[in-house]
């Protein structure tokens, strides 16, 4: 992890925490109805022996704030199921906003997002009124998972993009686990009410630490034509002795460098004062030669120069939902309830350690191994782990389910968790970028929305027709293998290489 940080600015990890802020939020949101879902629904007042103790110490909610919302089970899954319903639209949003707008004031619109739906949520008394809120935070989600992974992969080191890049599924594990922790010691009476107001808290601080972070220097450079500007930004988040100029280079929108400064570089005998300031590039004069038309939604996909990347990034994006991950996630309590001698609310937080601390030590590899080799090494051992819990569950080898589904967990931190998050802004220019992301993140949505209905039907389907339990994770086992086989054909790597143009080995496009 020290190699890996090497010489990281102070400043550069500030930008990077308060931009995670909106990751954490999705994780957080996303777990947030798991652990209080009996007492939200009134069918407990609590979910835990700690939970009994603290109930008896605490007060009686107010009439303005129930202790509990009656609804039927088809009520809860639709208040569950907006949130990804909002996701999506966030994630399909989010892409053309960011390249119009920016990345800051993008991020700060899912801060928004984020705080309406917490304030509802707390104070939410009925069915209605309570679906209203996840959507809202949906949105925000959605858009955050667009959004902050391409600020990050700009601002963000080229040679350790892969390592900050981690960061955005290592801020949704943090999120996920303290929900669920949080979700432990409050599920109790309307104590539950806490969970959603702390997402008020978080709101507020990402929207605070916004006010501090600046705009993308290559949006800035390459959408707003402003390379002195960006420039001196990226000086900031490098520190002022690092040399900029390789990166600023590849914006392809000149130097941004004073004209002194360029003139003194290319030194008296090569050109006059006249002709050498004929060729600068100033934030008034680089506008037009510098600006690129940003694609769409449909533009990108339309055009066949980015339409192999647009298959690359949604493949990775399916594969990431279809091996099976939210099978665990989602289900790992009624799955393993009779594999461990613990409570289910504890398993499932001993389930996000274990996801946030395989993220965080897997984070160096994307850099050091190659982004398609994690990937590859992930689907591979998310697969063998399917195959292996299919046959324990069926022969009913407990220790090895167990083994198995935390293995699961581990390999898909290794590559599918964190990968495909950076894999977009590597594979298209900017110009492309923001449209990319929208495309990935829209699939993402789709494919767990797939998972997290269908699993439950085709699980008891098949179950009741082939008898016993676990046939479900041979499916997901034969997805690893197709995956495999698409990313090794359609996915390149992009460890090392400087712009999309390398890595797809083609000649650089003109302006």
Request: hydrophobic share 50%; charged share 15%.
């Amino acid at each position: 992890m020290a190699s890996a940080l090497g010489d990281v600015t102070p400043y550069l990890v500030v930008l990077v925490a308060v931009a995670t802020l909106g990751p954490l939020q999705f994780g957080y949101h996303l777990a947030e109805l798991n652990a209080p879902q009996d007492v939200i629904t009134c069918q407990a007042k609590s979910v835990s022996a700690l939970g009994k103790l603290m109930s008896l110490a605490s007060k009686k909610g107010s009439a303005a704030a129930p202790d509990c919302i009656p609804m039927s089970p088809a009520s809860f899954a639709a208040i569950s199921a907006i949130f990804t319903v909002g996701g999506l639209i966030g994630a399909i949003a989010a892409g053309p906003f960011t390249s119009r707008r920016g990345r800051r004031l993008s991020m700060q619109a899912t801060a928004v997002f984020y705080l309406l739906g917490s304030v509802i949520e707390a104070f939410a008394s009925s069915v209605p009124i309570m679906i209203i809120a996840p959507f809202l935070t949906g949105i925000g989600a959605g858009a955050s998972t667009v959004i902050v992974p391409l600020y990050i992969s700009e601002v963000a080191p080229p040679t350790k993009r892969g390592f900050f890049g981690a960061f955005t599924q290592i801020s949704i594990n943090v999120g996920i686990l303290f929900t669920q922790t949080l979700g432990y010691f409050m599920s109790h009476d309307s104590a539950w009410r806490w969970i959603f107001g702390t997402g008020v808290i978080v709101a507020l601080a990402q929207g605070l630490g916004l006010l501090i972070v600046p705009e993308s220097p290559s949006w800035t450079a390459n959408v707003k034509g402003d390379v002195a500007h960006a420039r001196r930004d990226l000086q900031r988040i490098r520190g002022k002795h690092s040399n900029v100029d390789e990166e600023v280079e590849a914006w392809g929108a000149g130097d941004g460098k004073p004209p002194g400064e360029r003139e003194h570089l290319l030194g008296a005998e090569d050109s006059g004062p006249a002709e050498a300031g004929a060729g600068l590039l100033s934030p008034s004069s680089s506008g037009p030669r510098s600006q690129k038309a940003h694609l769409g939604f449909v533009q990108v996909v339309r055009d066949p120069l980015y339409r192999p990347a647009i298959v690359a990034v949604v493949g990775i994006m399916f594969a990431q939902q279809l091996c099976g991950i939210n099978s665990i996630i989602m289900y790992s309590v009624s799955l393993l309830k009779d594999l461990l001698p613990i409570s289910s609310a504890v398993l499932t937080i001993v389930i996000s350690v274990i996801n946030l601390a395989t993220t965080i030590a897997s984070s160096p590899l994307p850099d050091r191994l190659g982004r398609k080799t994690c990937l590859l090494a992930s689907i591979i051992g998310q697969g063998s782990s399917s195959l292996a819990l299919a046959l324990s569950i069926m022969f009913g080898f407990k220790i090895l389910s167990a083994i198995a589904v935390l293995l699961f967990v581990a390999f898909f931190a290794l590559g599918l968790g964190p990968v495909p998050f950076i894999m977009a802004s590597e594979l298209v220019g900017p110009e492309a970028v923001g449209a990319t992301q929208s495309w990935a993140l829209g699939a993402s949505y789709i494919a767990t929305f797939l998972v997290a209905y269908l699993f439950p039907i085709v699980n008891e389907a098949l179950n009741n027709t082939l008898g016993g339990a676990g046939w479900v994770y041979f499916i997901f086992a034969g997805f690893a293998l197709l995956w495999a086989v698409f990313i090794t054909r359609n996915v390149p790597e992009t460890r090392g290489k400087r712009d999309a143009d390398e890595v797809w080995g083609r000649a650089r496009r003109a302006d």
